[in-house]
């Protein structure tokens, strides 16, 4: 199951994706993680989901990663007497603390926490940003508004505040229901919505205790003003195109996707990007050309996954959008010009032995034209150093922990191969050959690379370099 691109692909399960058969097949096409979302999900259906994707795992033999994405705090307004009510422009809106059904005057906010916070001049959002209320006058109990976006507003709809700091707690009780059962379930990533603060990702790191990796969507305004504290605290990144382009204008989304893209591959954390991606294969067998152009751009930008929603999870053809977003993700990496794109945007070592050592097999492997970077890892870390540098040779990653391999299928141009620690040096050499050799990526007479920690296994001591001949007795059995 080598994939022939680097870019990897998530794609999100639901009623379209619900059966094993289809699961599989999404893997097939291309799936490297999937994403279960847990704001359409039960607890039963999630474990369901889990059992599916690793029966596949095991039968293929190959690690795939899983995302559960928790819902996150979703505020909305309450309910109207009529069940909603048309707003004129520049007519005066008030949402209050009174739990009473709305009418067309006021309607009732069930969130005290926003009514305490609000300030005149702060925007609100309602429905997607159908329809934009500001502020002109706000205490604890009532904020009064002025209609600038006029339209329907009605039960429950959604509301977003661009503006607005609120003192929501990181996790919602939903939330950390969802969480402890998908750690129980034992997933491999999650993924954090609608956070605002870097202490939102610490939060729930001290919850998963490093039981799962966490990915913080990146998708209000106050997260990208603090992009680089939430990255120090993630172990990767969303770029949420969807909400982030409800609560800013939609114009600057194309410019925060590269801020953040690049933000992440300084770090060397995993970047996803998200949302729409291939949105008419929801109804329709083909995408469209723009859709194509997003997803190449995404891919030229140096993003390491690409992924589907609504594509996978409730679309007409969710294994064809698979195998059309694989398609992309080939053909663009066959560019001659996507390599000179991706060095174009390298970031410069940092100060540290483990990317000095990340750096200097780059350069090796393209002065040498090594057939592939071997990276023997613990914890990931050698091996997120490494695709951190997005050389040209494929990244082979020999961990002994089937965690450690389900967590880097989602890292850019990472193969992982789950195989036992090695006793030695030499004895580790003598298998990390093998193993190119019977999984495609080196042939008889060429020459790898490999790159570890010594003393072996342990975690973040990348310090090792060898060049190494794959030989004749190297396509014999590990």
């Known amino acids: 199951m080598r994939r022939q691109r680097r870019t990897k692909i998530v794609a999100t399960l639901g009623p379209a994706s619900s059966d094993q058969t289809t699961i599989e097949r999404l893997f097939v096409a291309g799936t490297d993680v999937f994403r279960i979302n847990m704001s359409h999900?039960?607890?039963e259906a999630m474990r369901a989901y889990v059992a599916a994707i690793r029966a596949i795992e095991q039968r293929h033999g190959r690690p795939i990663g899983i995302l559960v994405d928790l819902q996150g705090p979703k505020l909305r307004l309450d309910t109207?007497?009529?069940?909603?009510?048309?707003?004129?422009?520049?007519?005066?809106?008030?949402?209050?603390?009174?739990?009473s059904p709305g009418d067309a005057t006021r309607v009732h906010l069930p969130h005290p926490e926003i009514l305490s916070a609000l300030e005149p001049g702060h925007r609100l959002l309602i429905d997607d940003g159908k329809v934009l209320l500001v502020v002109t006058e706000a205490t604890r109990q009532r904020a009064v508004t002025r209609v600038e976006v006029a339209g329907r507003v009605s039960d429950r709809k959604g509301v977003s505040l661009p503006d607005t700091i609120v003192a929501l707690a990181a996790l919602t009780p939903k939330d950390r229901?969802?969480?402890?059962?998908?750690?129980?379930?034992?997933?491999?990533?999650?993924?954090?919505?609608?956070?605002?603060?870097?202490?939102?990702?610490?939060?729930?790191?001290?919850?998963?205790?490093?039981?799962?990796?966490l990915l913080a969507k990146i998708e209000k305004p106050q997260a990208v003003k603090s992009l680089v504290e939430i990255l120090e605290q993630s172990?990767?990144?969303?770029?949420?195109?969807?909400?982030?382009?409800?609560?800013?204008?939609?114009?600057?989304?194309?410019g925060l996707q590269k801020q953040i893209i690049r933000g992440a591959r300084r770090t060397g954390k995993p970047v996803v990007v998200a949302t729409q991606m291939l949105e008419s294969m929801i109804t329709a067998p083909v995408p469209t050309r723009a859709e194509v152009s997003d997803v190449a751009t995404a891919i030229y930008e140096g993003a390491d996954a690409i992924m589907l929603s609504?594509?996978?999870?409730?679309?007409?053809?969710?294994?064809?959008?698979?195998?059309?977003?694989?398609?992309?993700?080939?053909?663009?990496?066959?560019?001659?010009?996507?390599?000179?794109?991706?060095?174009?945007?390298?970031?410069?070592?940092?100060?540290?032995?483990?990317?000095?050592?990340?750096?200097?097999?780059?350069?090796?492997?393209?002065?040498?034209?090594?057939?592939?970077?071997?990276?023997?890892?613990?914890?990931?870390s050698t091996?997120?150093?490494?695709?951190?540098?997005?050389?040209?040779?494929?990244?082979?990653?020999?961990?002994?922990?089937?965690?450690?391999?389900?967590?880097?299928?989602?890292?850019?141009?990472?193969?992982?191969?789950?195989t036992e620690d090695a006793?030695?040096?030499?004895?580790?050499?003598?298998?990390?050959?093998?193993?190119?050799?019977?999984?495609?990526?080196?042939?008889?007479?060429?020459?790898?690379?490999?790159?570890?920690?010594?003393?072996?296994?342990?975690?973040?001591?990348?310090?090792?370099?060898?060049?190494?001949?794959?030989?004749?007795?190297?396509?014999?059995?590990?």
């Open 41 to 43: 999900t039960t607890h």
């Open 80 to 99: 109207f007497k009529q069940g909603g009510t048309d707003l004129a422009m520049g007519s005066s809106f008030v949402l209050d603390s009174d739990p």
């Open 177 to 213: 229901s969802d969480l402890e059962a998908a750690l129980d379930t034992g997933v491999d990533w999650i993924g954090l919505s609608f956070i605002q603060r870097p202490e939102d990702v610490s939060e729930v790191k001290k919850m998963t205790r490093g039981r799962a990796a």
């Open 235 to 254: 172990d990767a990144l969303m770029v949420a195109r969807g909400d982030l382009g409800v609560e800013m204008p939609l114009e600057r989304v194309p």
């Open 310 to 380: 609504a594509e996978s999870a409730s679309g007409q053809y969710p294994v064809e959008a698979v195998e059309t977003m694989n398609r992309i993700a080939e053909e663009v990496e066959r560019d001659r010009g996507y390599l000179t794109e991706i060095e174009a945007q390298h970031a410069r070592p940092e100060a540290t032995g483990a990317d000095a050592i990340a750096a200097a097999a780059r350069q090796i492997t393209e002065t040498l034209d090594l057939a592939a970077i071997l990276c023997l890892t613990s914890s990931g």
């Open 383 to 418: 091996a997120l150093r490494v695709a951190r540098e997005r050389p040209k040779p494929p990244i082979v990653a020999l961990s002994p922990k089937l965690a450690t391999g389900r967590r880097l299928a989602l890292v850019w141009g990472v193969h992982c191969v789950v």
């Open 423 to 478: 006793p030695n040096i030499d004895h580790m050499v003598a298998r990390a050959c093998r193993i190119a050799f019977r999984e495609g990526f080196a042939k008889t007479g060429q020459r790898v690379i490999i790159v570890a920690g010594v003393p072996l296994g342990t975690p973040g001591a990348t310090n090792m370099v060898r060049i190494a001949f794959v030989g004749a007795d190297d396509a014999g059995a590990d």
